[in-house]
């Protein structure tokens, strides 16, 4: 039962952990892989893809818990617990379990003490008696593998394992039209592929495996239809109709800067500047040269493509020049023109620097509100500007639109309480802004990539 080094670290349980099989250990199935959560209600686990089923456990002996993002061990006092995904379609479980209620897409054979756990489509009863202590240290191995400083405090070890386990299981393989390992921010429900979230992905990864995190950019890629378009989201079979914010070129950098890789910066850079491009040609639907997320008509996810859904922001559902698209647009034209020079091309970073000069002056001329020091939205129709004062507001400063006193007033605003100073900042919208607080989502609370990138 005992895991080595990992089973002080990993001793943490909570309702709503997410378990499936890892494209580190083999091949991955989007539609007919298994995926299951930690339950709320219990000690167990609820089987959530490709159907339904809920396993339960007797309840675990104190400090005898572990538990990563594909297998589990405990004791009890009916006998010890362990299980482990075999493979995309099964998870063993040895031990004391109760299987509660099962859907039909799920298959469970029991036998000798165990209890093979399966999707119907892909069920394969000869591994019910497979070694299971074989299987968990295969599991383990990649966290096994991970270089942790041993002067790290316990509490720190502790998170960064739990977080590594958790990242580990999120890892897909190529299948369908993404053509290379990929991420997703939560294998149920939300289990796509997401533009900005996989490039979120890939920054973290870069520490871990610059590889990886290179597949997961050119994942995002695969997806790029002809005329530079990459969507919002993906799956093996489909594409979103709508974008997200353009961070893949900040990705690609911060990935280059930590592992330098000319070639592949060479290989990505044609597909990152097409997509650039298309957003400056699909999004300017007024011609200033500003552009607008597109708005939906869904009072409670107004603007998905934002990646901030339901700020107050887009409760009006018009058209706004927003601060946060142009900014990250002017930013990618400045990576890209760093690029280019990289790559030896010269009159093509000056284009693209020119395309990051042009949209930093249009943001100062139209998106900053000199009255409250900060970069606003710009309804287009109304010719005015926004009255939401959005955590998006500081946004132009990863692109160098502010002056430095421009610069040292939105700084103000990070320690002014009725502003952005709240206990934990940076919020997504101003702590005066009262009127437009929810504690739901881009309303009001704290996100950690938006304050990265601030």
Known sequence: MAIPRLKDVLNVRGGGQLMGFSALDGTTDYSGGLVARTSFDGI?????????CRLRFPDPLPGTLFLAGDCFTMRTAEGNVRGAFLDAHHILIEGPCSVLSCQAAIRTQPGHGRILVGSSSHFIPDLLDSDMNRVLAARLAWLESISIPGSLPAHVRRTLYKALSVMKTQVGSPEGIIRHR?????????????LWDSAFHAIGWRHVDPVLARDMISAVLDTQ??????PLCARPDKRSHL?????LALAARRIHEKSPC??????????????????????DSDGNGLVEWAVEDHPTCRSGESGMDNSPRFDAATRLDAVDFNAFLAHECEILAGFARELGRTEVSQTWQA??????????????????????????DRRSHSPVLAGSGFLPLICGAPSPEQARRL????????????????????????????????????????????
């Open 355 to 380: 395309r990051h000069d042009s949209l930093c002056r249009l943001m100062n001329e139209h998106l900053w509100n000199d009255d409250v020091s900060f970069y606003v939205d710009r309804d287009i």
């Open 44 to 52: 167990g686990l609820d089987i959530k893809l490709p159907g339904e």
């Open 243 to 247: 974008t997200q914010p353009p961070v």
């Open 262 to 283: 000319l070639e592949w910066i060479g290989r990505v850079f044609p597909q990152l500047a097409a997509y650039v491009e298309w957003d400056l040609t699909h999004r």
């Open 182 to 194: 990929w991420t997703t921010p939560d294998r149920w429900p939300h289990r796509q592929m997401w």
């Open 225 to 230: 239809t002809e005329d530079g378009f990459i």
């Open 411 to 454: 700084a103000r605003h990070v320690a002014d309480p009725l502003m952005f100073g709240t206990p934990l900042p940076i919020p997504t919208i101003a702590a005066r802004d009262t009127g437009h607080y929810a504690k739901d989502m881009w309303r009001g609370p704290v996100w950690i990539n938006l304050n990265w990138l601030i």
